[in-house]
């Protein structure tokens, strides 16, 4: 059974930092990779950031390049989004996700944690 259980999530204020984990479980991730997506109240859910767990390629949408930082620690099966300088507009609810494809594309992804909300006052 696959469990990604993310953590990490909390109100803050614009200009803080956060840092999301994603705890992985269940199965082994060699081979694939891991995402973070969001979802706005209203909106589609979108592309966050992500990593090819073996080999630590990144990819990061445009909107958070040079703020966010995706990681992992394969000692504790953990991937972490560290956010800073946050923005109103990143309010949402984040989500882990794993795919052994196109680590862009929602549709690819095969296994979700719940998600964590993140509230970003101005």
């Known amino acids: 059974q696959v469990q990604l259980v993310e953590s990490g999530g909390g109100l803050v204020q614009a200009g803080d930092s956060l840092r999301l984990s994603c705890a992985t479980s269940?199965?082994?991730?060699?081979?694939?990779?891991m995402g973070w997506f969001r979802q706005a109240p209203g909106k589609e859910r979108e592309f966050v950031a992500s990593?090819?767990?073996?080999?630590?390629?990144?990819y990061y949408a445009d909107s958070v390049k040079g703020r966010f930082t995706i990681s992992t620690d394969n000692a504790k099966n953990t991937v972490y989004l560290q956010m800073n300088s946050l923005k109103p507009e990143n309010t949402a609810v984040y989500y882990c996700?794993?795919?052994?494809?196109?680590?862009?594309?929602?549709?690819?992804?095969?296994?979700w944690g719940q998600g964590t909300q993140v509230t970003v006052s101005s």
């Open positions: 996700a794993t795919s052994r494809y196109n680590l862009l594309v929602a549709a690819t992804y095969d296994y």
């Open positions: 269940g199965r082994t991730f060699s081979g694939r990779g």
């Open positions: 990593i090819v767990w073996s080999g630590g390629i990144t």
